[in-house]
Every structure is written in structure tokens, then in C-alpha cells.
């Protein structure tokens, strides 16, 4: 571990201040060992990187694995500020593989992405096709995140459409992806689940979230819920 890693780390263990934070953490994670959850609260993650914002983190970026759930989402938010795409890009890349849970995942969110959509478009076929859960969820996190508003496209539909998986946090986010989408893209949408187009547990899935969701109207609920299969 580098300098920068240990000052970082040390950074994120002075912030621990919560051990029912902590516990809870290991509830709504627990996927991944206990002990390598400090317990560290995002908002104070957030500002250790704001800190950093003007230095050079690179060395920390380069330490990976990290020993800590709370390095990562630091590296997250480190990430998520890059301003240079192609760096953004590398630097996600490299860091996708060792996300192995689904807050760090859905934390990463790199402002710079936005302004080049064709080329993020071009790497979601990619990450779907990864292997690795966290990278698929990834993938379509960022079609929810980036796609299903002014530059939607009917297209990008079956694109999450044909992730199929058996883990849990690929169908959830295929099942969150749809739900978003029948709130904001609802006459495209609907065919997906009219016609059964998901698989079982993330069609009915889908329909929950969105059922649930203040975004869909009444009338559109009414109707999603004639399709759950029993």
C-alpha cells in the first residue's frame, strides 16, 4: 500500500463514528465479509474526496484491490469527478472488475460520461457481455441513468432486454431499468411486459417497482398489474 492509500484509509477509519451505521451497512450488503465494512456514512466519503479535488489521487486509484467496502466508494466518487473522458473511461475499466457489490456500483457515476454518450453506448454491449455481475449491472445502470430521456431510443429496450442471468443483482437492475422505464418511456415499454419479453421473476419484479413508484399514474398501474404472472 501506497503513502496516499494509508493516508485515505486512515482518513476513512477517523470518520467511523456509528457501529449501528456500520451494522446496518452489513444487512443491506451481505454479500461481503463484515469486517471489511467500516462503516464510514456516504456523505462523509464524499467530502474526504471533495478534499482531494485538486490533488492528484492517482496512486490511490492505482491501489487496488482495496481492503475496505469504504475505500471503494471513495474510488467511486473519485472517479465520478474525472474530467478527462478518455482517463474516466481507463480508470473505470480498471476499477469494474473489483466492484463486488451493489452500492460501490451504483455509486459510480462519472459526470464526464454524460457529455459522450456515443462512446458509453458503444461499452454497455460490452459489460453486459463481461461475466462479472457487478460490470452487467453497471452496464444497464447506465442506460437507466443515460439513455431514457432525451436521447432514448426504442432499441436500447432490448438491449437491457437480453441480459439474462441467475444473479440477483443483474435482474434487480434489469427489473429497476424497466420500472424507470415504464415511468418515463411507458408506450414503448409496455410491450416488454404485455408480451412477456423478461424473464419471470424480473417481469413481476418490474411491475412491483413500478406499481410502486409515484412516477407512474394510477391508470398505467391499473393496468401493469393485469399482467403480473401468478
Same mark, same amino acid.
Given at each position: 500500500?501506497?503513502?496516499?492509500?494509508? +493516508?485515505?484509509?486512515?482518513?476513512?477509519?477517523?470518520?467511523?463514528?456509528?457501529?449501528?451505521?456500520?451494522?446496518?451497512?452489513?444487512?443491506?450488503?451481505?454479500? =461481503?465479509?463484515?469486517?471489511?465494512?467500516?462503516?464510514?456514512?456516504? $456523505?462523509? =466519503?464524499?467530502?474526504?474526496?471533495?478534499?482531494?479535488?485538486?490533488?492528484?489521487?492517482?496512486?490511490?486509484?492505482?491501489?487496488?484491490? /482495496?481492503?475496505? /467496502?469504504?475505500?471503494?466508494?471513495?474510488?467511486?466518487?473519485?472517479?465520478?469527478?474525472?474530467?478527462?473522458?478518455?482517463?474516466?473511461?481507463?480508470?473505470?475499466?480498471?476499477?469494474?472488475?473489483?466492484?463486488?457489490?451493489?452500492?460501490?456500483?451504483?455509486?459510480?457515476? $462519472?459526470?464526464?460520461?454524460?457529455?459522450?454518450?456515443?462512446?458509453?453506448?458503444?461499452?454497455?454491449?460490452?459489460?453486459?457481455?463481461?461475466?462479472?455481475?457487478?460490470?452487467?449491472?453497471?452496464?444497464?445502470?447506465?442506460?437507466?441513468?443515460? #439513455?431514457?430521456?432525451?436521447?432514448?431510443?426504442?432499441?436500447?429496450?432490448?438491449?437491457?432486454?437480453?441480459?439474462?442471468?441467475?444473479?440477483?443483482?443483474?435482474?434487480?437492475?434489469?427489473?429497476?431499468?424497466?420500472?424507470?422505464?415504464?415511468?418515463?418511456?411507458?408506450?414503448?415499454?409496455?410491450?416488454?411486459?404485455?408480451?412477456?419479453?423478461?424473464?419471470?421473476?424480473? /417481469?413481476?419484479?418490474?411491475?412491483? +417497482?413500478?406499481?410502486?413508484? #409515484?412516477?407512474?399514474?394510477?391508470?398505467?398501474?391499473?393496468?401493469?398489474?393485469? /399482467?403480473?404472472?401468478?
Amino acid at each position: 500500500m501506497n503513502e496516499l492509500a494509508k +493516508k485515505l484509509q486512515n482518513e476513512l477509519k477517523a470518520e467511523v463514528s456509528d457501529e449501528k451505521y456500520r451494522e446496518m451497512q452489513t444487512r443491506i450488503i451481505p454479500n =461481503i465479509l463484515a469486517d471489511s465494512i467500516l462503516g464510514v456514512r456516504v $456523505p462523509d =466519503i464524499r467530502k474526504i474526496a471533495a478534499k482531494y479535488k485538486e490533488t492528484d489521487v492517482s496512486p490511490f486509484l492505482d491501489d487496488l484491490p /482495496h481492503r475496505y /467496502h469504504d475505500e471503494n466508494y471513495l474510488h467511486a466518487c473519485f472517479l465520478n469527478g474525472i474530467k478527462d473522458h478518455g482517463e474516466c473511461m481507463e480508470r473505470v475499466e480498471a476499477f469494474l472488475p473489483h466492484i463486488d457489490n451493489w452500492a460501490v456500483c451504483d455509486g459510480l457515476a $462519472p459526470k464526464v460520461f454524460a457529455k459522450h454518450k456515443p462512446e458509453l453506448l458503444k461499452k454497455v454491449p460490452v459489460w453486459h457481455a463481461s461475466g462479472h455481475t457487478y460490470t452487467i449491472r453497471f452496464g444497464t445502470g447506465c442506460l437507466m441513468r443515460w #439513455f431514457l430521456d432525451d436521447d432514448f431510443e426504442p432499441r436500447f429496450l432490448d438491449m437491457a432486454a437480453a441480459v439474462r442471468s441467475e444473479e440477483y443483482y443483474v435482474n434487480m437492475m434489469t427489473a429497476w431499468y424497466f420500472a424507470t422505464a415504464l415511468a418515463k418511456q411507458y408506450d414503448s415499454t409496455l410491450p416488454y411486459i404485455t408480451e412477456h419479453r423478461l424473464d419471470e421473476w424480473t /417481469h413481476n419484479k418490474a411491475i412491483q +417497482k413500478a406499481v410502486e413508484s #409515484f412516477r407512474v399514474t394510477d391508470e398505467h398501474k391499473s393496468e401493469l398489474k393485469k /399482467h403480473r404472472i401468478s
